[in-house]
């Protein structure tokens, strides 16, 4: 089965710049969307990130998607890092009429 | 504004049955494929089922399938998720959710992504 690897947790301190990591554990994680999700605690899931690089209307420039072949991953960069981007982020994808969820990455901004 | 409010979650013991509802407003339901998507406590995000636009076609997570029905009223702008044989692995947060984005691959055209979210309700199947 298709599954999508992110590290379990990151840290950076405010004003810095942080990248999470989406793994896909077979075929090519560029032949289908990668989306990415912000949940901060308490709260419901929104997206940051659609399309690999694409922002909603609203999501701040400093938030960023990207894709890397050779490594069969997505990423996720945040810049500037602020204290309201603490939260749990998570990538989703697609693949034969199964749309699959990362674990999560809980941020920390410290 | 877009809402989806979902009704219906309790505590169920297992092996029972319950049946989620969600109410949408603010678009057009009927040219939307929906979703369920649940969060056991503590835990990440699992898709579980999708339904197109007209209700023609459902997908599921295998860990459900045979167990859980996805449906759709257009006429109501209603979702619906029933459920049977619950297991205490199915407790979670359930979210209806809106699927949007259309990309086409080998004949077969899919929406992408989840936007936006209900506020969720919780299932809880213990005894």
């Known amino acids: 089965n298709f599954m999508l690897t992110q590290p379990h947790s990151v840290s950076e301190s405010p004003g810095k710049t942080v990248t999470i990591s989406c793994t896909g554990s077979?075929?090519?994680?560029?032949?289908?969307?990668v989306q990415w999700y912000q949940q901060r605690p308490g709260s419901v899931p929104t997206t940051v990130i659609y399309?690999?690089?694409?922002?909603p209307s609203g999501v701040p420039d400093r938030f960023s998607g990207s894709i890397d072949r050779p490594s069969n991953s997505a990423s996720l960069t945040i810049s500037g890092l602020k204290t309201e981007d603490e939260a749990d982020y998570y990538c989703q994808s697609y693949t034969d009429r199964v749309w699959v969820f990362g674990g999560g990455t809980k941020l920390t901004v410290l | 504004e877009v809402q989806l409010v979902e009704s219906g979650g309790g505590l169920v013991q297992p092996g029972g049955s319950l049946g989620l509802s969600c109410a949408a407003s603010g678009f057009t339901f009927r040219s939307h494929w929906m979703s369920w998507v649940r969060q056991a406590p503590g835990k990440g995000l699992e898709w579980v089922a999708n339904?197109?636009?007209?209700?023609?076609?459902?997908y599921y997570v295998d860990s459900v399938k045979g167990r859980f029905t996805v449906s759709k009223d257009n006429a109501k702008d209603s979702l619906h998720l029933h459920m049977i044989s619950l297991r205490e692995e199915d407790t979670a947060v359930y979210y209806c959710?809106?699927?949007?984005?259309?990309?086409?691959?080998?004949?077969?055209?899919?929406?992408?992504?989840?936007?936006?979210w209900g506020q969720g309700i919780l299932v809880t199947v213990a005894s």
């Open positions: 339904i197109k636009y007209d209700g023609s076609e459902t």
């Open positions: 399309e690999d690089n694409r922002r």
């Open positions: 959710v809106r699927v949007v984005g259309i990309f086409c691959r080998d004949s077969f055209c899919y929406p992408t992504w989840f936007d936006p």
């Open positions: 077979s075929g090519s994680i560029a032949s289908n969307y």
